[in-house]
C-alpha cells in the first residue's frame, strides 16, 4: 500500500512537471506579447517564436500566437512585417500548419 501511494505521488509530480515544461514556451511568448503591447518592439516576440521548443510545446505556441493574432489582427501583422525576410515563409507556414490545426484557418490570414 506505501508503495503504491508513493508511485502514484511520484507519477502526479511528475506530470506536474512535463505540464509546466509544455506550457513553457506559450507563458514565455504571452509574456513577450504584453511587452509589444507596450513598446511596439516585435524583436523580442520573433527571437522567442524563432527558438525550438520541442515538437508539442513548440507547436501549441504557435497555435496560441495564432490565436492571439486573430484577436490582435494589426500588431500580428505588424510584427510579421517585421520578420526577417529570409525566415518569413518559413514561420508563416509554421503559423498557417497551426492555425490549419486548432480550426483558425478562415480566421487566420498571412501579409502577403
Request: charged share 25%; glycine share 4%.
Amino acid at each position: 500500500m506505501r508503495f503504491t501511494a508513493i508511485l502514484v505521488a511520484a507519477f502526479y509530480l511528475s506530470a506536474c512537471a512535463q505540464s509546466d515544461d509544455f506550457s513553457r514556451p506559450t507563458l514565455e511568448l504571452q509574456s513577450r506579447l504584453d511587452t509589444y503591447s507596450r513598446t511596439n518592439d516585435a524583436k523580442p516576440v520573433i527571437d522567442w517564436v524563432t527558438q525550438y521548443h520541442g515538437e508539442a510545446p513548440g507547436h501549441q505556441m504557435y497555435i496560441d500566437f495564432v490565436t492571439w493574432g486573430n484577436a490582435h489582427q494589426q500588431e500580428m501583422y505588424d510584427i510579421l512585417y517585421s520578420w526577417p525576410d529570409d525566415d518569413f515563409e518559413r514561420i508563416t507556414d509554421l503559423l498557417k500548419w497551426a492555425a490549419r490545426d486548432s480550426g483558425q484557418e478562415l480566421e487566420f490570414r498571412v501579409p502577403e
